[in-house]
């Protein structure tokens, strides 16, 4: 079982930058796949970004390509969330989230994921 602690959220104006952080403990970390998750108020949670386990491969949602980037740090247990050009319509919860059995056909799929952090507020002004 892994447990998963996100930080780095904030408050940052249309075009800003932001670098979300998520520490996991408690299981083998190369073996997850790891994904950043957001929440927007009102609407359902959304896959944004996937860290592949073991090879690090990466993946993205449409709405985030080209401004966001997750990365990993498998010795320190940690993934990462390089967010830039920010739009007020990125605001929401942004969540980290973690699979040790996740197939590729699902990464997009915010049910496939076992374990979750408790979120980290990014607010994005107009």
């Known amino acids: 079982q892994v447990q998963l602690v996100e930080s780095g959220g904030g408050s940052v104006p249309t075009g800003g930058s932001l670098r979300l952080s998520c520490s996991a403990s408690g299981g083998n970390f190369r073996s997850y796949t790891m994904a950043w998750f957001r929440q927007a108020t009102g609407k359902e949670r959304e896959v944004i970004a996937v860290?592949?386990?073991?090879?690090?491969?990466?993946y993205y949602a449409d709405s985030v390509k080209g401004r966001f980037t997750i990365s990993r740090d498998n010795d320190k247990n940690a993934i990462y969330l390089e967010m830039s050009s920010l739009k007020p319509e990125d605001t929401a919860v942004y969540y980290c989230?973690?699979?040790?059995?996740?197939?590729?056909?699902?990464?997009?799929?915010?049910?496939?994921?076992?374990?979750w952090g408790q979120g980290t507020q990014v607010t994005v002004s107009s």
């Open positions: 989230g973690a699979s040790r059995q996740i197939i590729l056909s699902s990464i997009f799929s915010s049910n496939a994921y076992g374990y």
């Open positions: 860290s592949w386990r073991n090879t690090g491969n990466s």
